[in-house]
């Protein structure tokens, strides 16, 4: 699980193998496979990077 901030502040845990998309306009945006969608505060990169590490953490194990 990555932790990402809703704009209202509230810290959440989302399962990246669930994103389908992340785009910013200009808010960004993560689209997942069961169709939902949320706002984060985090930019796109940043999502990027933490799916990144969370895949490198799971596969070096």
Partial sequence: ???VT???????LIN????????ETPD???SFTNGK???VK????????LVKS?????YAN
């Fill in 1 to 3: 699980m990555i932790e």
């Fill in 16 to 23: 990246p193998d669930l994103i389908e998309m992340v785009e």
């Fill in 37 to 39: 969608k949320i706002i």
């Fill in 28 to 30: 960004t945006v993560i």
């Fill in 54 to 58: 969370y895949k490198r953490d799971i």
């Fill in 6 to 12: 809703k704009m209202n502040g509230i810290k959440i």
């Fill in 42 to 49: 985090e930019r796109r990169q940043e999502v990027k990077n």
